[in-house]
């Protein structure tokens, strides 16, 4: 085996994990003013369609006190369009579309850091040959 290296593919488990697109939700106050909603409105409904909204009120089961997760139909968040034209209330009972209020930009996948008892956890891989 002289010469040649067992070793023939690395991945180091840093920059391999990397999770889906990240969106980013800007408000514009005076757009979101003039329709009717407050910035808080405006994001307090993007963040339920992306991963729901704790009730103000918990379902009592079983003698205990679960708090539910309020979150918009999948088909809302199934792509940036369909976002975009989610159909947002506002208190005041006035309607627009998200992407009316706020510009949804998304961003490219994002390096993906895990960690098990506050310690990173990596796992690296390799492929052997020869061995």
């Known amino acids: 085996m002289r010469g040649k290296k067992p070793v023939v593919?690395?991945?180091?488990?840093?920059?391999?994990?990397?999770?889906?697109?990240?969106?980013?939700?800007?408000?514009?106050?005076?757009t979101a003013a003039r329709a009717g909603f407050t910035t808080e409105e405006v994001e307090l409904d993007a963040s339920a369609i992306m991963e729901g909204e704790p009730a103000a009120t918990p379902v009592i089961v079983g003698g205990q006190a679960r708090t539910l997760r309020v979150r918009f139909p999948a088909a809302n968040r199934a792509s940036l369009e369909a976002m975009n034209n989610t159909l947002l209330v506002s208190s005041t009972g006035q309607t627009a579309t998200l992407g009316s209020l706020a510009a949804v930009t998304e961003l490219p996948g994002q390096t993906e850091i895990l960690r098990e008892n506050l310690q990173r956890d990596v796992a690296v891989t390799a492929r052997l040959e020869g061995v």
Do not use: E, I, K, M
């Open 9 to 30: 593919d690395v991945l180091n488990g840093v920059d391999n994990a990397t999770s889906g697109p990240a969106l980013v939700f800007q408000v514009n106050p005076q």
